[in-house]
């Protein structure tokens, strides 16, 4: 069974930094595509950065380039997400996703992934 369990999140003011992980189980990152979503109230959803693991390829929303990293511990199934120079507007609840069936990161962060964690929020102040 997979398991996406998120961790992380919190209240920072704008210009601060959060690191998010995600501890994974049911699965090995060598298969599945991997990543991040984030859903603000009456927004989108947004996929925010995603990965690869076969080719460690990565994909990044462009709100985001520049300011967020993501990166994956394979020996501990751990996914993270460090995010600096945090802005208002990252304000959101941030979902760990998978899925088996994606081969690039960007069609996978602009799909509908099959695993999502339950979710951590970030909330950044002004």
């Known amino acids: 069974e997979v398991q996406l369990v998120e961790s992380g999140g919190g209240l920072v003011q704008a210009g601060g930094s959060l690191r998010l992980s995600c501890a994974a189980s049911?699965?090995?990152?060598?298969?599945?595509?991997i990543g991040w979503f984030r859903q603000a109230p009456g927004k989108q959803r947004e996929g925010v950065s995603c990965?690869?693991?076969?080719?460690?390829?990565?994909y990044y929303a462009d709100s985001v380039k520049g300011r967020f990293t993501i990166s994956s511990d394979n020996a501990k199934n751990t996914l993270y997400l460090q995010m600096n120079n945090l802005k208002p507007e990252d304000t959101a609840v941030y979902y760990c996703v998978a899925d088996r069936s994606y081969f690039w990161p960007d069609y996978f962060c602009s799909g509908l992934p099959d695993y999502w964690g339950q979710g951590t929020q970030v909330t950044v102040s002004s």
């Open positions: 990965l690869v693991s076969s080719d460690n390829s990565t």
């Open positions: 049911g699965f090995t990152f060598d298969d599945y595509a």
